[in-house]
């Protein structure tokens, strides 16, 4: 075993200059935290930890813990309670500013859609983290935003098609949460349009008797998708893991199969988002069809000291130019930080051990390297340097 | 690398004084065994190896040579055939009690619903092992004995509930092998009185045509599930892999998923048990889900060599107040004293790897440790201090 | 880390002379190939790289230039430009030739249904690979063979019959590719006769109309099926990934639970090819069913670096005696040749940590090398040495 591949600080130097894009995360929050709160943060979990034991007794919490206590002026391992009094002490915004700025994240994809009322937007992001920040459209909330205006049956196909090139204009993709909202077991052709009317006039009627505007239709959900294949977009999918509202049975990422033989000369590239415990179907997918890539953000974060083992996972079907980086942080910095230090070690720790068995010479895995962290996110959406010219750091 | 994790001696001295918590095991048999006996006990087939192969010739058979020989007072690697002499030579009560005893177990939670004429009782399993022994009602025979007895379909429901009350005066918690003989995509709500009745007089009626007693129906199998979340039971519930009986593919723990969110509020705790190659799934359930514990027990065993990195693979979503052990043993002496043995340095092993990646102190790897040993368990269960205290060891 | 786990060489040296019997493969080509074609033979997806992207950049493709160009004269890590130069240079046959003598593969089982007119035939094979050749017959090729020949509906099932019964005079075994054509999830029991000829009718009438002859249904195919096991035959069946065209969830072997069920005692061996990812539940299988055999040749080829995993994972539940190697090489000599070389260092590594962890000794190891190299497959096949000895070598 090789000196960087025991320590931590010397794994990052080796490939601790490459800058990151985070091409999937969500905003960050700068409120100063309480106890729950802060709990609610490091599990996907909706509920409290069983009494008498606590959410920080996880590989994300020793991993905060280890590596986020120092950001904060800690001792490593400070115990949860110490750790929580320091992070209120420098207050929310500081403590996120501290974090965000050590991550050596120099983009990100920030999805809008989910909670944004408790967490920063992109110019916000881009402020804290000295870094800059692009939008991401969640295609379910875009739905759901013309609802809640008013818009009528007949109306929806049109005014969809309006809001999503109006936000496309800015915007560098989309997202889809299928995979929550209908299991991406889905018919994989667009409904008609006659059928999407359908749909759309008893949700209207569901809302209109007291319901949520909730999308969970699969007829709209459906039509949502091919808009974005229509335009040829970076098409997220949630993968995998999440939290227990995800009928995790329902999220394997070979059940698209048929979409993406479908869509594979559209022009649309699709990203399988998180994808643990699917991550080797997901390099197999990655592998036989052009237009797909794949990341393992969220495991990332949360298997912690055995995040190395998942990421080495993800090396295996796939080709290197069809990996990329994410942390599919939400709220807590403490998840951008440990997603981009937990995966610079996890991806070094990686070549090296092929190093070790095959020789692999030095430039080819700073290559490698390079591609996962940034340069197959800016080909798989088709952004030029120019773009990332334009939006200067903060 | 470590010494200690080179040496399974060392390994076993750090965390080898832990006493363990067995949550889930059969009884042991005390028969002197001839080899074709012992074969069958050393494999979830239920068929010979073909010929001119043996089931020794595996993971668990190379486990048994290299350590449970040396128990028997033979070399390492003894042949299958010196082995077996051997352990003639002692009788079966004198081997099963020296490997029983060699576990360092002290409490076994034990089901008593299947082959119980071949093995132990619990108060049997208390003195070979000179350990605390609990008992662990299996549900499915429950409902089969009062079939046998005479029970009607009008009375089923009542005499079901008497007798499982009657019987959680003493157990510790119930087991069901739904995913035996229902799978586990099973209707997730309990079924009402009308079907019920209909469900037992079916029954009934196809064992009074010469069918053997064996409860195979999803209604009435669901409400005995639903009979022991009323009670806010400890639930046991066979998952992933066993014998050619499965369908591996129905033993998936993702398809307990909607019964999972509906029993969250109920009281009852869910046990998901040994989940190879599902744990990965498992972890999940077990972070999502506040009332859901896993443990990998049978893998452990049969895995042998490779057990050290099934059981790392159980440290990564679920929280670590979540994580059981069980040795899934049934028979053979061998299987509670390998469970024992592998499971400590697997663990020790696994919290070694973390330490050395993550500096994780001394006195925090020794308190997941005991976490996981036992201390989950009895949370789980919810067993205090006294409960252990009256059951004596004989 | 013992230096034999450390250096290839090493590795090699020691189970190196085992001669290997791949038991899956198809013939090699011996054309001088062009990039866009050889970049199409090391990748199981249909279409080229996306722009800018070469498939040289995976696994595999640094395993060829790390391995194979040193065969061929060139350093290791020629770029992929100085290899394939190197490789027209020499020719196609010569480099084919080179890399397949190289391989220390003793016997190739060779299928011969696939893409026959662009690679060498067994006999062919046999010469280029200084190596003995049997032929292993593609169920579904046969019967579409017979539709092209004009068979009609009645006279089918006998036709279907005779030809099987005279390849399998000379043939070891037949494959099936029921996974691509109707998914594992098939009807388990034999179709009747009148249900055969009708479709069998429906199928040529299909092709009447212009349809390709391309058998994908499956009441047929599952005849296919139980005419071979009728015979006892060693049955191989295509499990787990392949290309574009294959719906990997309907790919996982537990599918065929109760086929296997069904075939346990009717003489027949069940043979599952590459698995990959689900390798653990072939494992499954292939411990409880005493017919069920199983190999992870095509990941080895795939997953280069990371297939020391891969391999270590095939030697979990699975019974030593009924694991089996495979390329599952189709046209580049340099599949052969890595997956040779990437099975014996996976498998020697599996030994040496498996003696460092539970001190399995050299002859024990050396016992489990050389079933899994060669002896299990005389087995499964039921070859006996007459038959090797018969079949010289060219």
Redesign the interface.
Known sequence: ?STSA?T?AAAVATIGDIPLLDHHCHGVTTETLDRATFESLI????????E????F???LG??IR??CAPVLGLE??ATPEAYLDRRRELGGSEASERLLRATGISDYFIEVGHRGDEILDPAGMATAARARAFEVVRLERLAEELVLAGCDAAGFGAAFARVLDERLEHAVGVKSIAAYRIGLDFTPGPPSEGDLESAVAAWLERTAAGAPVRLDDPVIVRHLLWAAVDRGCAIQFHIG?G??DV???RC?P??L??F??RT?ESGARVLLLHC??FH??AG?LA?????VYFDVGL?IN?????S???I??T???????KILFSSDAFGAAELYFLGALLFRRGLERALD??A??????AA?RRR?AE?IAWRNAR?AYRLDDDVFAEAERP
Chains 1, 2, 3 share one sequence.
């Open positions: 075993m025991r931590p599990t996907e979990s909706d509920w409290a930890a069983p008498g034991t606590t959410h007794d996880s590989q020793f991993a280890r590596y490593p391992f893991y939290d227990a009928d995790l049975h394997n070979l059940l199969t048929e993406l033989r594979r643990y415990p080797r179907e197999y592998q036989v069809f052009p237009h495991a949360y298997t912690g000291s055995r190395d083992e998942i080495a996972e090396l295996e079907l796939a080709p290197f130019h051990t092929f070790r068995r095959d020789d692999w010479p080819e490698i591609l080909r």
